[in-house]
DNA sequence: ACGTCGCATTGCAACGTTGCAAACTGGGTA
DNA sequence: TACCCAGTTTGCAACGTTGCAATGCGACGT
């Protein structure tokens, strides 16, 4: 026995395909009495509509696309849960796909999510620009998520990248640290992200009289909890070590803390340790994290909205909408 | 200007509708000269095949859904990726949705990912049995993830959640440990994993002489970390306070760990700590866990190469399959 | 009794694609 | 020359749904 459909109902319940439709669809226009014995037929047979009709029927199928770098980096993972939701709320359901930080599948799976037939995407890049995401011709809408400028007809939401990392460096200023430390800088991306949390981190050391130390700004190449190690390692053997690191990730700092207990360094006597991203792990890891938290479930719901306005008028200009964030004060980097 | 479809192609080319289908679908039919020909014009005008029209017509949309409590804990969130990935493999995209551990919300979504025409889903049920899985009509193909009895015509794909438990424990017996306690039960779920680890776990005592003690076994209401420092402080706070504590998931653990510190006890000196995913935090923690490893890439794909098989013969008994895990022994619970 | 109105229901066509089978092409063979 | 065959290309129909416009029908007003 195959899937029932409109026309199997139909038969069934004696009525035209139209009125099975109407049942479904806008039931308020069909008679109580057919509407009854109608649904009765519908849940009979188990009959589910063909979404793939109903979507090349009306043109749109309510799916968008979810475009991260990774799914199991925790600030992704709570991010697409927000997202999850949210788009629940506007009756789309989300497709995810994961480029692993290649810029050829960003590209990829940016033409419409791999080709399959979402609505919209939305675009967490690691390497793509604007310029670049802008210029495909036939592809759903896209919002970009992140602090890359808007560009062309692509929008973007994102948190002030910049503001949230001069204050996070700033508070450490503030509670007597001299030799400040940045790890997360990414120059061998395009993305913009790191370049922002850099030029914040460096307007706080100069306000705060510090004179910046190119050996003091340490890049990764991915960032995971191995690379913050990685990179704090390097920094405590310094000749004259940091006393405070600012990571642009808290799965950087995690990392980062663990590699202070290795060195047999007390956080945050010795060195006083900053995160990014407010993930859940950082609020329970011993130092708690102080971190930058962005408003995710804001940023998610702001992404969906501005995509559906995108979906219903493709040719508005770019937007460019920021999501508050705050400095979360806790152990790490206490008062 | 619309999308392009076969037709402008086709018209554009000098061709036919059907030999433009044949130039995407199967080049190698066309003769060189036209299938260049018909490819130039694809690339001219942008030309993206539509997936609804084709799933419509081909009857599959290679679109599975995953169904999971929450993409944002850890292991769901490791587990996705490696599904993600695995799927992409065979050729299918992956839609996600939340149940957020309501049994409600479970059942609608396998009714096909909410109606949105996956061909198959993979479903971690929080609170859903087999029973009830398996007995929805017209549905799509469903494999089970965890420890849960396979039935009727669904499958399942698990780790062996009792000897993982019983192993996990007995290293805390073996390294001298004698109040054990348990953290993770859910009695007011019908979910079976963590009755299969508290038998595990019940198992290993009885086989080290220990005898056990109810005030031990400690029920949470999630997994989060939270739930797990939330049970630590009360056992903490017995008259005779554990040495060790093995809990259900690493999340739980890390919670454990928090709660320790802030009780000024250390870990492992004064309790010892297993978990149980091998998530990536654990692996960075402060002491780092040992925890009960799962092959999730196994699992993923396991379950990714079971479903295929279902949905190509869904007439297929409900098989059971069994993924291999391991013992990693880290700082919370050394040797 | 007739026309009209509003509600309920209906038939037709089309969305873009692919399976099927038929039709065409040119060259080789009997 | 007639025939066949392999290699290409084509037309038609159908997948299940919904937009549109039209139809049927009973009730109401005149």
Redesign the pocket.
Same mark, same amino acid.
């Given at each position: 026995m195959?899937?029932a459909? +409109? @026309?199997d109902v139909a038969e069934r319940a004696g009525?035209?395909?139209?009125?099975v439709?109407?049942v479904?669809?806008a039931p308020e226009?069909?008679?109580p009495?057919?509407?009854e014995r109608v649904q009765r037929v519908i849940e009979e047979v188990g009959?589910r509509?063909?979404i793939a009709?109903?979507q +090349? @029927?009306?043109g749109r199928g309510d799916v968008i696309g979810l475009v991260v770098p990774e799914i199991d980096s925790p600030y992704f993972a709570e991010l697409a849960a927000h997202v999850v939701r949210a788009a629940e709320e506007l009756g789309w359901t989300v497709l995810v796909e994961q480029t692993d930080g290649d810029p050829a599948r960003e590209r990829d799976l940016l033409d419409g999510a791999r080709g399959h037939g979402v609505d919209g995407v939305v675009f967490s890049p690691w390497a793509l620009t604007p310029a670049e995401v802008s210029r495909r011709a036939g592809a759903p809408p896209v919002v970009m998520l992140g602090e890359q400028a808007g560009f062309g007809h692509v929008d973007r939401v994102a948190i002030d990248n910049q503001a949230a990392a001069r204050e996070a460096t700033a508070h450490l200023v503030a509670t007597g640290r001299r030799r400040i430390a940045a790890v997360g800088l990414q120059p061998h991306l395009s993305n913009e992200t790191a370049r922002h949390r850099l030029a914040g981190y460096r307007e706080a050391l100069a306000a705060g009289g510090l004179s910046p130390d190119a050996a003091l700004e340490v890049p990764v190449d991915r960032l995971h909890h191995a690379d913050g190690a990685r990179a704090t390692e390097s920094l405590l053997s310094l000749p004259e070590p940091p006393d405070a690191i600012f990571c642009f990730t808290d799965q950087l700092a995690l990392g980062a803390l663990r590699a202070c207990a290795d060195r047999g360094l007390r956080v945050p006597d010795d060195v006083a340790l900053v995160g990014f991203d407010d993930i859940e792990a950082g609020r329970y890891s011993v130092p708690a994290l102080t971190t930058v938290a962005p408003d995710k479930q804001r940023l998610a719901e702001l992404a969906l909205t501005t995509l559906g306005e995108r979906m219903a008028d493709r040719s508005l200009p770019g937007r460019d909408l920021v999501v508050p964030h705050r400095l979360v004060v806790r152990e790490s980097a206490p008062v």
């Amino acid at each position: 026995m195959n899937r029932a459909n +409109l @026309r199997d109902v139909a038969e069934r319940a004696g009525v035209s395909v139209r009125t099975v439709s109407n049942v479904v669809n806008a039931p308020e226009v069909v008679a109580p009495a057919t509407r009854e014995r109608v649904q009765r037929v519908i849940e009979e047979v188990g009959y589910r509509p063909n979404i793939a009709a109903r979507q +090349l @029927r009306r043109g749109r199928g309510d799916v968008i696309g979810l475009v991260v770098p990774e799914i199991d980096s925790p600030y992704f993972a709570e991010l697409a849960a927000h997202v999850v939701r949210a788009a629940e709320e506007l009756g789309w359901t989300v497709l995810v796909e994961q480029t692993d930080g290649d810029p050829a599948r960003e590209r990829d799976l940016l033409d419409g999510a791999r080709g399959h037939g979402v609505d919209g995407v939305v675009f967490s890049p690691w390497a793509l620009t604007p310029a670049e995401v802008s210029r495909r011709a036939g592809a759903p809408p896209v919002v970009m998520l992140g602090e890359q400028a808007g560009f062309g007809h692509v929008d973007r939401v994102a948190i002030d990248n910049q503001a949230a990392a001069r204050e996070a460096t700033a508070h450490l200023v503030a509670t007597g640290r001299r030799r400040i430390a940045a790890v997360g800088l990414q120059p061998h991306l395009s993305n913009e992200t790191a370049r922002h949390r850099l030029a914040g981190y460096r307007e706080a050391l100069a306000a705060g009289g510090l004179s910046p130390d190119a050996a003091l700004e340490v890049p990764v190449d991915r960032l995971h909890h191995a690379d913050g190690a990685r990179a704090t390692e390097s920094l405590l053997s310094l000749p004259e070590p940091p006393d405070a690191i600012f990571c642009f990730t808290d799965q950087l700092a995690l990392g980062a803390l663990r590699a202070c207990a290795d060195r047999g360094l007390r956080v945050p006597d010795d060195v006083a340790l900053v995160g990014f991203d407010d993930i859940e792990a950082g609020r329970y890891s011993v130092p708690a994290l102080t971190t930058v938290a962005p408003d995710k479930q804001r940023l998610a719901e702001l992404a969906l909205t501005t995509l559906g306005e995108r979906m219903a008028d493709r040719s508005l200009p770019g937007r460019d909408l920021v999501v508050p964030h705050r400095l979360v004060v806790r152990e790490s980097a206490p008062v």
